[in-house]
């Protein structure tokens, strides 16, 4: 069996879940094994929608104290899991919870991982494909465990198609934890400030960089963002500065974004920041120095001073809709 550990909240399932669905399926074909998922906590309408991607069995990994995510006990309950399922490999999205899930299943299972792979070719070794040092190098590695562990780099797949009309045998499985796994817990959660939508899935991204000048400068990005129904994020400098939250962050050290269209204000292009926008369809770079980095980057650029450039912008636009 292929088992692919899947992220779901409040009855849906991740965004990045066909990613990892899509690599697993790839394994599934090569081998001639079935697909398996697993869902921590995860409810029943879930595990039966992933019947869609082909999957055959779901296991709803049940344990009153794993409502809320606490990676060590998380990671121990899925070590037990994959121990009892014994599947030939193991994906999960490469996100920061399923490289840290993998990670505690490698660690305590003494099993090798390959984190954020793009193509996988099974066999004994399996080969894959990897994407290292924050995007800029793509390596090939074999990796030599039963079963295999791999997380899938995010936006770097085609997303598995929900196409199927499968009925997956839905399982439960409780762990028996003992205390250690709970020394890590949740203490705290904060609500992320509601922004309507997210930065990880909004169709258009708006950014600011350096160039924005000051917390107060993005009022404009806000405006260009709700006109077009995005999410505005920044490079690391802007949240460095405090002008933005670490949330709003876009790069190797923070949210990878796919938008169909990412227009970036005042932003350099430094190669940490283009690692987390490389999903992006379409990008439309406004910088006042044509020579920048991200000028070559981009689709379409504007030379020019953001400033002027972008309440040009938010007119025309508000013109064509009529505001
Ligand atoms: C380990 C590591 C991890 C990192 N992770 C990230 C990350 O996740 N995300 C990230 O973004 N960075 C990250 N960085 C930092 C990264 O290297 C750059 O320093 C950063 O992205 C630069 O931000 P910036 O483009 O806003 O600023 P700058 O590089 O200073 O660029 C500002 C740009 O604004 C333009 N500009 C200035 N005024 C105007 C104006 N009025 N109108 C139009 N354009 C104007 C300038 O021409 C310039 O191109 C990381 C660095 C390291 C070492």
Redesign the pocket.
Known sequence: MILTILEHDRGALDSAAPEALAIAQSIAQQTGSPLAAALVGGDEAVAAGLGAYGVQTVTLVAHDRLGSYIPEAWGCALALLVEKLQPEAVVAAGTDRGNELLAHIAARTGLPLAANVTAVQSGSPYRVTRVRW?GSLLEEAELDGSPALMTVALHTVEPAAAGASLSPAIESFTPELDERAFRVRLVEQAAAREQGVSLASAPVVVG????V?SAEGFTLLEELAALLGGAVG?????TNLGWRPHAD??????TRIAPELYIA?????????M??ARGSKQILA????PD?P?MAKANYTVA????E?LPALIAEIKKAKGL
């Open positions: 924050g600011g960089g350096r160039g000048g920044g490079s690391r400098v802007v962050q876009i790069g190797q050290t923070g204000c005042g932003i350099s292009g430094a190669i940490q920041h690692v987390g406004i910088n006042s120095d920048a991200i020019g001073d953001l400033h450039v």
